[in-house]
């Protein structure tokens, strides 16, 4: 069975960098073909995508958020980091990381990050 | 990128009605589309994948058909339970994409 779960800040300042963890069990990120993704979802709109990263290390950003955003996994603790920067009320919202199979099949419960000084 | 405008945006229905939302992407992604359920306080729910494919576990009222470029969703003889927010993402390209969401109302 996959399962994930996110981790990190609550509340970060403006301008900080955010940086969420993403621990999941039932995959490995060593094994062909596996993927993990980041989506976000801010108050009272829909899902976007953020970004994917593959095992064998390809990563792919939104290209809106590509200039912030960076994703690394470290496959002995099975974790996904993503680090976002510069921080804006605008990022505040509802992160998900999920395992995709080029659907996203498992997510996490989601992490509701708050932007605000 | 590759836009999805779902339809409607928003419904109001009653226990047992079938309801079918569409996503329309702005150009043909083929099967590569997938439909979740989005209830507040939750994380989304696959419910089906490659357009019409089903999930184990997600209840048989749910279906969904459409290639290329349009794709309903159909759930038939509604509960109580499916009142939520519904999303279409397409995988064909990057970056991926999700349509605005359909929120559904169960009176």
């Known amino acids: 069975q996959i399962t994930l779960k996110e981790s990190g800040p609550t509340l970060v300042k403006p301008t900080q960098t955010l940086t969420l963890t993403c621990t999941f069990s039932?995959?490995?990120?060593?094994?062909?073909?596996?993927?993990v993704a980041w989506i976000r979802q801010p108050p009272g709109r829909a899902l976007e995508w953020l970004a994917l990263?593959?095992?064998?290390?390809?990563?792919r950003y939104n290209p809106s958020l590509q200039r912030r955003l960076t994703v690394t996994k470290d496959t002995s603790k099975n974790q996904v980091v993503l680090t976002l920067t510069n921080m804006d009320p605008a990022d505040t919202g509802t992160y998900y990381c999920?395992?995709?199979?080029?659907?996203?099949?498992?997510w996490g419960q989601g992490a509701l990050v708050t932007v605000s000084s | 990128e590759i836009v999805l405008t779902q339809s409607p945006d928003f419904q109001s229905v009653t226990p047992k009605e079938t309801v079918t939302i569409t996503c329309r992407a702005s150009q043909g992604i083929a099967t590569s589309l997938h439909w979740y359920q989005l209830k507040p306080g939750q994380s989304p729910k696959l419910l089906i994948k490659s357009a019409s494919q089903s999930i184990s576990g997600v209840p048989s009222r749910f279906s969904g058909s459409g290639s290329g470029t349009d794709f309903t969703l159909t759930i038939n003889s509604l509960e109580a339970e499916d009142a939520a927010t519904y999303y279409c993402h397409q995988s064909s390209s990057l970056p991926n994409t999700f349509g605005q969401g359909t929120k559904l109302e169960i009176k």
């Open positions: 039932g995959f490995s990120l060593t094994t062909t073909g596996e993927c």
């Open positions: 990263i593959f095992w064998d290390n390809d990563r």
């Open positions: 999920a395992h995709r199979n080029d659907e996203f099949d498992f």
